[in-house]
């Protein structure tokens, strides 16, 4: 899940406070705006509600509410997509250790006795929040290619179990779009890693700017990116694939030095969709559809769009990296 990243840029962070005393929440509240940005909860549900709509950076969670257990509120955020990232500080009266111990097993970062003083409050918030920010950015890290900023095979493996799980229960076509670029190990050998390195990055800009906001896009492997187009019909992919083959001719790419390398960058796309007309048992099946469809690209001359279903096409032979 991806939360806004605030702390630490110059905007100020989201707390959420959780209490059912009314006096508590009332002190922590202006206690901690001085700060942050505030919101105030009397009870589970009401603030389970404000994390999911808002997504704070930071909960603190009372450990015994009126008629609620704060644990079970801590699971309730754990089992939200929404809300899973977000980290709980317990405010707790009980210095039993047990109990204390418990908060953390069950996944709190942090617990603060109350009361607690302003300034011990503090600290362990922006521990917490510095922890956060750092995790994140680990999170990140795991999931991006580090050469084009794209999302990796990691990352790209959630996101087509997600969007074809959505397919199936709302019922919406969503393409594969396999494209390669052609030519790499030539570039390679006769112009070095570095200007091969610098077409990959070329595609991956170009590939990016044609994307809507809701497709994703991944380096799949050396030469290799897949697109994921939710709402779209193999059909209306191919018109986005042919932007990006046809518009890759303008791109240019420089040497090291500057000067322009004496060569033009081309594409081979494979396209595959899972819809009522073409409906796929598996991402696996999907997925291998649209390696059919680029292999039969590279077999026609490479250079060019082709769609899985629209001619027959052979068995796959493209090897993924």
Not at 224 to 238: G, I, K, S
């Amino acid at each position: 899940m991806e939360r806004h990243d605030r702390y630490g840029d110059g905007e100020r962070a989201l707390i959420l406070v959780v209490e059912d005393d009314a006096g508590t929440r009332d002190s922590l509240v202006e206690l901690l705006a001085a700060r942050f940005d505030v919101l105030g909860a009397s009870d589970g549900q009401s603030g389970l509600v404000l994390a999911r709509e808002r997504q704070p950076d930071l909960v603190l969670l009372d450990r015994f509410l009126d008629h609620e257990d704060g644990l079970a509120v801590l699971e309730s955020l754990q089992h939200d997509k929404a809300t899973e990232s977000v980290p709980v500080i317990f405010l707790t009266g009980d210095s039993d250790e047990a109990t204390l111990e418990k908060c953390l097993e069950m996944g709190a970062v942090d617990f603060v006795h109350k009361p607690a003083s302003a300034r011990e409050l503090m600290a362990r918030i922006d521990r917490a929040l510095r922890q956060s920010e750092q995790q994140q950015k680990l999170q990140v890290l795991a999931q991006t290619d580090a050469l084009t900023g794209l999302a990796n095979f990691r990352a790209l493996s959630v996101r087509l179990d997600e969007e074809f799980k959505r397919s199936n229960r709302y019922q919406y076509p969503m393409s594969v779009v396999v494209i390669d670029l052609d030519h790499l190990k030539a570039i390679n050998d006769g112009m070095g890693h570095d200007v091969g390195n610098r077409a990959i990055l070329a595609l991956a800009s170009h590939l990016r700017t044609n994307l809507r906001e809701v497709d994703f896009a991944a380096r799949f492997g050396g030469d290799e990116f897949v697109a994921l187009l939710p709402h779209q019909t193999a059909a209306e992919a191919a018109v986005f694939a042919e932007r990006i083959r046809a518009g890759l001719r303008t791109v240019k790419v420089t040497r090291s030095d500057g000067r322009p390398a004496p060569f033009g960058l081309s594409v081979s796309v494979g396209i595959a969709d899972h819809s009522t007309a073409h409906p796929k048992e598996s991402t696996e099946s999907l997925l291998r559809a649209a390696d059919a469809a680029l292999y039969e690209a590279k077999r026609e001359g490479r250079d060019r769009v082709v769609v899985y279903g629209a001619t027959e096409l052979p068995p796959p032979k493209v090897q993924r990296h």
